[in-house]
Every structure is written in structure tokens, then in C-alpha cells.
């Protein structure tokens, strides 16, 4: 019974040691051919197919300009409207996961030199890497744990 008692922890502690979860962030990309072209991609390289796109002019942002999704290849394109100059918002969504490109405009066109990223908030999967040697002093402690209720007995 004993060995089943000291057994039990370092069992559960290999087994339960936890792996590297893997997290991946939306990289996009863009062109300006006769539209202004996007292509958006995880870190896995992975595409973000049929992801969610809104498009803000800047004289409305409360209601998308136009909204529609990326392709199979996770690619997207559009032409903002010069008449209506300024820092057009183009929100790429998928999986939890986003991308916030500012297109500015002017009375001339796109912008091209000027295009941004806003600030990732990239926070649906975070990664707590653990080692064996975490997993092993953890399962030390909780043995120990088991040693010392054992030996009051």
C-alpha cells in the first residue's frame, strides 16, 4: 500500500507534466496593385481562411464600410474611397485572434508609405512552458508532501 502511496504522485506528475502549448499570432501582409491587396497568415504558417473583415472609413466608425471575408488562401482586397480621406481601419478577425491595419488616404490615393499596424492584443492562448525539471521538483514536493502525512501516522 505504501509503494501505491509514493507511487501515485510521481505518477501523476510524469503523466500530468504539461507540454508547451502553442500559441500563434496573425501576421499580415500587403500590396498595393490596383487594389490594396492583404494576405494574413499565423506564425504557424498556417492560413487565416475565411477569416472576418470590416473595413471603417474614417467618417463612420460605428458601422463597417464593408465587411466580408478572406479567402482560402486568407487573402483579401479592397479600394478605399479617395474621396473620403483619412485613416481607414481594416480589422482582419479569426479564431479569437485579430489584426488592426491603418490605411490612411489622401485626396491622391492610398498611402502606401504611411500604412500601420495598431497594438496586437493577441491574448486567446498564452504559453506557460514548463521543463521536466519543473515537472520532477513539483512531484519531489508533492511526495514529500505524502512522506511527511504518512510518517504522523
Do not use: C
Amino acid at each position: 500500500m505504501k509503494k501505491l502511496i509514493f507511487t501515485l504522485p510521481l505518477l501523476l506528475g510524469v503523466l500530468g507534466m504539461p507540454s508547451k502549448s502553442v500559441a500563434h499570432t496573425m501576421f499580415t501582409n500587403y500590396l498595393l496593385n490596383d487594389e490594396l491587396e492583404f494576405q494574413s497568415t499565423y506564425s504557424t504558417d498556417e492560413v487565416a481562411a475565411n477569416a472576418e473583415v470590416y473595413v471603417y472609413a474614417p467618417n463612420n466608425f460605428d458601422e463597417p464600410w464593408l465587411e466580408s471575408r478572406t479567402d482560402e488562401e486568407g487573402r483579401f482586397s479592397f479600394l478605399p474611397d479617395a474621396s473620403i480621406p483619412g485613416d481607414w481601419e481594416v480589422q482582419i478577425i479569426d479564431e479569437g485572434h485579430g489584426e488592426v491595419i491603418i490605411v490612411p488616404v489622401t485626396e491622391d490615393g492610398v498611402d502606401y508609405e504611411n500604412i500601420s499596424y495598431e497594438l496586437k492584443q493577441d491574448l486567446h492562448y498564452s504559453s506557460t512552458p514548463m521543463s521536466p525539471l519543473h515537472s520532477l521538483l513539483i512531484t519531489a514536493g508533492v511526495s514529500g508532501f505524502w512522506f511527511a502525512v504518512l510518517r504522523k501516522n
